[in-house]
């Protein structure tokens, strides 16, 4: 009896037991339901744990990678990126995740849409070499920024050792990486400085084409130290020379002639600059000739070597070469020191009369101009709204209304100047690109374009074209006060000047009245035109200026100045 008792007693627990079991299961695939589409059957029994579609260390993801694999591979470039994208959205716990980050991109950057490709390389480089495709992504990034000519993604770059970056690009990236660092105002200067330099260093020799460039650019950072170091000066402009001189040695090694001339003259510009930062006058102005006629630098070669010359007291060449930038073949440039400099040769020499006349016609040439810069300005508060008025103005061949007016031709050579400048151009660029591409998605498929992907690359994109639009506004406007603290600097010196010649003026006559007891001034008689050669070289033949500009004599104007100094 107490045997059967224990039998029927153990048979009602097991039985209970696997009621209860059954009950759960029913409760389970209940629960299951929910986050399944409807259907009649309850879902099929799977391996491992599972939660709705998503199966973690399941084959989900493995499976969704083969089937946009399939579509890459025949074309179908829209419908695969769909697939990629449920992998990197929905399934962050899956190992095939990062693989197809990487597809994802790829599949952007087939379908022509670079910007959003650039965005998700730029996830893979951000996470580091320990990202299965890391190296892959910056080769990428790398084709991305030729073609837009965009480098925002080597702020990604924090994280790297040298031999984790691809061999093919290694110096490129390193060049780039190093200028980017002395370009970042955002990091303290003498920091910046130091990593910019320490990138740099590991630049080979063996590709002449970046190694000429890196040192270049270490040899600016060596100036820059010279100019926040006053103490030690000398030493590291003796390092710069030295960086520099490098520089143009492998620039000749550089296969493509054109690169090649380019890094040559700024080597020379260099070499130039740190001679007249040293007072070598005489040295600065032998590399400023060194500059050829036909190069784009020529012009500002000059430019830099008047000054060489005024503090060298030539003054016959300081104005012969203010003469060939007054010529009406620069009449779209701006360079507002000449009319300094021209006062300051005519003041050394005691032709107060020239020096007003001259510092006068300054004052009534740039004053209204530095009225229109700040009436500019204030028109156009927010970085939009300026970087829209810029806009516009681009798109026109002239501003309206200016050709009549000396300040507005002179506020349309600002203009022109700040279009020039490529920071800002690349900017702009940039923003027509983005505004492009958002376009592009516009007009994809309707499947495709209702898609979560598409959605998200339209406010990616308006937020970064806002952006460059708020970047590109600050840095015009950096700009336009750059200029504007310049016009007041030289007013401020013109009006200087001014005042030194009254006061100059007034010496003479004190002097003059203490000797002859009258305030008698020497006045200028006519004179019968006398004739004067001048020593030339065997190559040049002497030519008197007859109010013609010629080509082949810009660049090598002489101005007769006859001093009319006395002494006391």
């Known amino acids: 009896m107490r045997i059967r008792r224990w039998l029927l007693l153990m048979s009602a627990t097991m039985l209970a037991t696997c009621v209860m079991w059954v009950g759960t299961s029913s409760v389970a695939w209940a629960q299951l339901d929910i986050f399944e589409k409807p259907k009649d059957r309850p879902p099929p029994r799977r391996r491992g744990f599972s939660f709705g579609t998503i199966k973690l260390g399941g084959q989900a993801g493995r499976k969704l990678v083969v089937e946009g694999n399939r579509l890459y591979s025949q074309g179908n470039f829209a419908a695969a990126s769909l697939k990629f994208y449920r992998v990197v959205s ?46 892959a992504s910056i080769v990428y990034l790398i084709k991305i920024s030729r073609r837009l000519q965009d480098l925002s993604f080597l702020g990604k770059l924090t994280r790297f050792r040298t031999r984790d ?124 000739k060194a500059i050829e006629r036909k190069s784009a630098r020529w012009l500002d070669a000059l430019y830099e070597m008047s000054w060489a010359y005024l503090r060298r007291n030539w003054y016959e060449n300081t104005l012969g070469l203010l003469h060939t930038l007054d010529s009406p073949y620069f009449r779209d440039e701006y360079y507002p020191e000449v009319g300094i400099m021209r ?144 016009l007041q600097s030289n007013i401020s010196l013109a009006l200087k000047i001014r005042y030194e010649t009254l006061g100059a003026e007034k010496k003479l006559l004190q002097r003059s009245a203490r000797q002859q007891g009258s305030f008698t001034m020497r006045s200028r008689s006519k004179r019968k035109r006398q004739t004067f050669s001048v020593a030339v070289h065997e190559d040049f033949v002497y030519w008197p200026f007859q109010g013609e500009y010629w080509v082949d004599e810009l660049g090598y104007y002489r101005y007769r100045i006859k001093g009319e100094c006395r002494k006391p």
Request: a positive charge; proline letters at 3%.
């Open 90 to 135: 929905k399934m962050a716990s899956s190992r095939w995740r990062a693989q197809a980050e990487y597809l994802l991109s790829l599949s952007l950057f087939r379908m022509g849409f670079y910007r959003s490709a650039q965005f998700y390389l730029s996830k893979i480089v951000t996470t580091g070499p320990a990202h299965i495709k890391y190296r």
């Open 165 to 288: 970056l691809p061999r093919k690009y290694r110096n490129e990236l390193l060049f780039l990486l190093g200028r980017y660092y002395y370009r970042n105002k955002r990091i303290p200067k003498a920091r910046r400085l130091r990593l910019s330099e320490k990138i740099l260093f590991r630049v080979s020799r063996r590709d002449p084409l970046f190694y000429a460039r890196a040192q270049y650019m270490i040899g600016a950072i060596y100036t820059a130290a010279a100019t926040s170091r006053s103490n030690r000066a000398g030493y590291y402009r003796k390092l710069a020379a030295e960086r520099f001189r490098l520089c143009g040695f492998y620039a000749r090694k550089i296969k493509n002639p054109k690169i090649s001339k380019n890094i040559r003259e700024l080597a020379i510009l260099g070499l130039a600059r740190i001679h007249y930062e040293a007072k070598h006058f005489r040295g600065a102005i032998r590399y400023y």
């Open 343 to 486: 006062s300051i040769s005519f003041f050394e020499r005691c032709r107060y009369k020239d020096v007003k006349q001259i510092v006068a016609g300054y004052l009534k040439r740039y004053r209204p101009l530095l009225n229109s810069l700040r009436g500019f300005l204030r028109r156009y508060p927010t970085p939009r709204k300026l970087f829209g008025a810029l806009a516009e103005l681009r798109n026109q061949d002239a501003a309206q209304g200016l050709d009549d007016d000396q300040s507005g031709q002179m506020f349309q050579r600002i203009l022109k100047l700040t279009f020039k400048d490529k920071i800002l151009r690349r900017m702009y660029a940039s923003t027509r690109l983005l505004t492009r591409e958002a376009g592009l998605l516009r007009q994809t498929g309707a499947v495709w374009r209702s898609s979560q992907l598409s959605r998200k690359l339209q406010k990616m994109l308006m937020r970064r074209r806002l952006q460059k639009v708020i970047q590109a506004g600050n840095h015009a406007r950096s700009r336009f006060l750059e200029v504007l603290q310049e």
